[in-house]
């Protein structure tokens, strides 16, 4: 089994920065895609960025591109995301996921480890 635990989120201003990060635990693959998504309720849950394996490749929703920085820790079962120039619908609960194989996938639906979500609210 496989346990993802999430940190790092909280209340802010528009505009503010959060640092969420995830660490993972127990049996899984030795190659695997860590990413986040996000959700409202009401609303289906959304890609935010992924980051393979290595750390090379990454993969944004357009939400995230230029403002959201994705990477691996250096113990790579961590992964942090980094969020900046936060805006109001940027308020959702994140989910940290996890998927065996390289690839920084952006579907919901092939990750096969998920945490249990941290809520980020932003306030302007």
């Known amino acids: 089994q496989v346990h993802l635990v999430e940190s790092g989120g909280g209340s802010v201003q528009a505009g503010a920065s959060l640092r969420l990060s995830c660490v993972a635990s127990?049996?899984?693959?030795?190659?695997?895609?860590m990413g986040w998504f996000r959700q409202v309720p009401g609303k289906e849950r959304e890609f935010v960025a992924a980051v393979s394996w290595l750390g090379g490749s990454t993969n944004y929703a357009t939400s995230a591109e230029g403002r959201f920085i994705i990477s691996r820790g250096d113990a790579r079962n961590t992964v942090h995301l980094r969020m900046n120039s936060l805006k109001d619908e940027d308020t959702a609960v994140y989910y940290c996921a996890a998927r065996p194989g390289n690839g920084a996938s952006g579907q919901a639906s092939s990750y096969d480890y998920w945490g249990q979500g941290t809520q980020v609210s932003v306030s302007s």
């Open positions: 127990g049996s899984i693959s030795n190659a695997y895609t």
